[in-house]
Each structure stands twice: as structure tokens, then as C-alpha cells.
């Protein structure tokens, strides 16, 4: 008798096992199927996945801000915006060493307000600035000649995030430490604004 209470109690016991494994298979299913909706899209490109041209004319890889977090800021040496830089190298002194690191992309796209060649913007820039974070070879960032780079900053089917053309001078797209996109801040916006160190100290 004691033999078929036995037999009866671990036939039950493996009943309830069983049971539970069905119970929560389904539910840890569901779980995973939100992570990977919620996952940046597949085979959308990142900051890391382009070369660019630093202000020397050397080939300059995104790839090796990885981990760090990059205001990219096309910059112009003639607007009433030029005292940003003055911002934008304070910014990189005081949050370098927090994976930060600010890259400025010369254009002349408004109103011919950086005209120099990229000999004459370094040496206007360092002179007048202190400029010391990455300046970058002159581009286009609008219209017909637009960098690729600029044309993932600046339409959401590049970048997976937002559609924002550039509107003037110095203005500022927040990318973070995996290369995605995050926001972008307007020109006439400081470079100093809550906005940008509270992103930077994550605040």
C-alpha cells in the first residue's frame, strides 16, 4: 500500500512540474519578444559605421568614438553664432574625460559663412578659440552635395530616429555611446544648455 502511495505522490509531483513549465514558458516568450521590439532597428546605420576626413585631410574613423558620447556641430568661422565655439571647447574640457567628446564639421552652406579653406578655419579657430577638440574637413551639410553623414544626422529613414535638416550655423546633433542618434539641439541654442549637460552627466 505504501509502495502505491509512493508511486500515486510522484506521478502527481510530475504532473505539477509539468504544468508550471507550461505556465511559464509563454510568459518569459512574451518578455523576449518586448526586448526585441523595443531594440534599435535592424540594419539601421550607426555614427560608427562612417570615415570622415579630419581638418589635416586624414582619414578619420567614427568607429573609434565608440563608447563615448558625440555632439557633432557644423561650424562656420563668419555668423553671429562663431562665439559657440568658445561653448563648445569648454564643454569638452569640462566633460572629456566622461566618454565625451564634441567634433565640429566646417560648412559653408549659409549665407557663405565659412568660406576659408580648412588650413585657414584650424588656424582661425585655435587662435581666437582654443580650439582643441576634433575639427573635421570642410563639407556640405544641405542640398545636393550633402555629406552621407550629414544625410544620416538628418532624415529618419537613415537614422532610425528623426527627420531634422539643418536650419543655420552651429547646430548640434546628441549622439550616444552605441552611435544611435538621440536628439538634436537648435543653433541659437548654447552649447552649455541644461539640455546638453544633463544628456552628457546623464542627469
Known amino acids: 500500500m505504501k509502495a502505491l502511495y509512493s508511486i500515486l505522490f510522484f506521478m502527481l509531483a510530475t504532473l ?31 555614427l560608427h559605421d562612417f570615415t570622415v576626413k579630419d581638418i589635416n585631410g586624414k582619414s578619420f574613423d567614427l568607429a573609434s568614438l565608440k563608447g563615448k558620447k558625440v555632439l557633432v556641430v557644423n561650424v562656420a568661422s563668419k555668423c553671429g553664432l562663431t562665439p559657440q565655439y568658445e561653448d563648445l571647447q569648454t564643454l569638452y574640457e569640462r566633460y572629456g ?24 578655419i584650424k588656424e582661425f579657430c585655435t587662435v581666437n578659440y582654443g580650439v582643441t577638440f576634433p575639427m573635421m574637413d570642410k563639407i556640405s551639410v544641405k542640398g545636393n552635395d550633402q555629406a ?26 546628441m549622439v550616444d555611446e552605441q552611435g544611435r542618434l538621440v536628439d538634436v539641439v537648435l543653433p541659437r541654442e548654447s552649447p552649455l544648455s541644461e539640455k546638453i549637460v544633463q544628456w552628457i552627466t546623464g542627469g
Not at 574625460?97 to 585657414?120: C, D, H, L, R
Request: no cysteine.
Open 148 to 173: 552621407p553623414l550629414y544625410k544620416w544626422l538628418t532624415q529618419k529613414s537613415e537614422n532610425g530616429v528623426l527627420d531634422q535638416e539643418v536650419t543655420w550655423n552651429f547646430q548640434k546633433f
Open 16 to 46: 505539477l512540474v509539468i504544468g508550471q513549465q507550461k505556465n511559464t514558458t509563454p510568459a518569459m516568450n512574451k518578455g523576449n519578444a518586448k526586448l526585441k521590439t523595443g531594440a534599435f532597428p535592424v540594419g539601421v546605420k550607426t
Open 97 to 120: 574625460e566622461k566618454n565625451f567628446v564634441v567634433i565640429g564639421f566646417p560648412a559653408n552652406n549659409f549665407n557663405g559663412q565659412e568660406p576659408g579653406t580648412n588650413k585657414e
